[in-house]
């Protein structure tokens, strides 16, 4: 390539042999450094510059191309193309991600390289354009082919040193692995957090490069199947069941909304209230179907009670939900439901914006798409966010039935140690520092506020004439401050060995709610204490009530919940109805339905 007249002695002189692979390990670093401009998406060159103040992410996205580029120059014996095949192994990928940045705001991860047809149905979807970043690259890479085809043409006259220098570089390499699986450096020596919000993981994503984070991300591609696990033997246990279709006549609206660390601390016996502020709550429990709710999260990571209660799969079969996956959503879809639901913050929060529509969601509203200029803020609170909940749910299209499934954001830590936001204290704190008690009564301060608008909703939904179900549970327990300093500060045992500290420290409560209608059409009156439930069963508890058999997946959950209603993350799955349930929900999981 490229071939002009020289010196066949100076061809292969040891001194032109080095220069060459100099000049194409050189050409790795210029193909890095490219990938990690690309990899800044709208920020440009300003996230460019943060790379350069922290050497580790300098390193671990240079650090590839570079020993690409090496091993390459090794085995063609030409730099120039040891510069082609590394430039076409990382850019490729590198656009994939700047393309799909642009596109839908979401990163390419390993595991979308399972996605072949949703890849080509994203072509199909999206333009894909020639920008100015990409024209650069282009002369960039032109020039780069030039000078390395004519002054970088030392090559080896033996085959034998070269192939073995090649696998001696291979083998250093795999020293590095560690650097690029480790949660410890991806998540503290990496941050990089000054243009981003350390809350998305798309903007945490770009905030260390491409390749780097796309590496780390091989780990979590692959979803091992459980030990003696045999998809034949999964699909016939779930083909002994059928989809139920649910009569027309039988179809009731369901509108659930998930609260955002919204848990009773009545129940807590080492509290002594100086008011009730749970009053309206305990009023709803009364009118309806309540019971513990068992989490398998604690202060935070909200999107596993979201999408356990969605899918009804176990923590252990929870990823990154990629492509168009099995949920409870798809049923209710299926069965002509209209999809749809809200949260007052960010759609980038979770993901939410591409994983909500793999799980079925006609449509979503976030703050930048509907709350937001309501508000004129970024954060929509309870005592506007439920109105507007209302408000969607009676401007629905009313010939078909509806789903609705929202998050409240109110109530979410941490909770302010240095300012009260109450007048009076909510609980007795004399025996705790002035931090503790801030922290208790600024959080029981949004638990009070959060109670009052839940309940003026219910009534108000509960009031409509359409048969209706209200669904109301907490994600999780609040955090009350590093290692539950506040709990231990208040008597109040989370110590997870013992079943009160267990029960205290994973628990909230779930509500089940339902107008006349829906009674007269389910048969049901709504009413009681219910079983305790982990929150990916709990869906079912919603369809018992609503007299609906549900999805052939549900059916099967049904009769694992008759022995085991509360299956943890801290369980073993290898006994017993638990591992029956950890190989179905594995096959489910394989194998969209819909």
Known sequence: MFAYKLDDEKLHSRGYIIF???????????????????????????????YFKNPLILLLNLAPPMIFS?????LCNRAVWSYVITNAIIIIPSLINYFKMSFRNDCFIAEDMTLVVESKKMLE?????????????????AVGCLCLGFLARGRFRRKAPRLISAGAVFIASLFMIPLYTSDKIYENKTQNNSLINQWSETQIYISKGFIYPFLHSVKNAFHPAPTGYSEKDAADILAKYEDEIIPDNKKINIVCVMLEAYSDF???????????????????????????LITDIFAGDTRISEREFLTGMPYARLDNFVKTSNSHVWYLKNNGYVTEGSHPCYAWFYNRQNINKNLGFDNYYFSENYYKPLTGGDITWDARLFPEMLSIYKSRDKSKP??????????????????????TPYVVSDHVSEADRNIMNNYLNTQKSTTEELYKFANEMLATKEPLVLVFFGDHKPWMGNAGIVYNSYGINIDTSTEEGFINYYSTRYLILANEAAKRISGNDFKGEGEPLSVSFLMNKVFELCGYKGSAYMQFLADIIKDEPIIHRTDSLTDGKKQLYDYVSYYYRKNYAY
């Open 20 to 50: 060459s692979f100099i000049c194409a390990v050189f050409g790795g670093f210029m193909c890095g450094l490219y990938s990690m401009y690309f990899a800044t998406g709208t920020y440009g060159l300003s996230m460019l510059a943060t």
């Open 125 to 141: 979807t999206y333009k894909l354009f020639i920008d100015k970043r990409i024209w650069i690259y282009l002369a960039l890479l």
């Open 402 to 423: 509806y789903f609705s499934y929202s998050i409240t954001y109110q109530g979410h830590g941490p909770y302010e140690s240095g300012n009260a936001y109450f007048e």
């Open 266 to 292: 009545s129940r807590f016996k080492e509290l002594t209230f100086t008011e009730d502020i749970y009053e309206k709550y305990h009023e709803l429990e009364e009118m309806g179907y309540s019971g513990t």
């Open 70 to 74: 090496a091993i390459f120059y090794l």
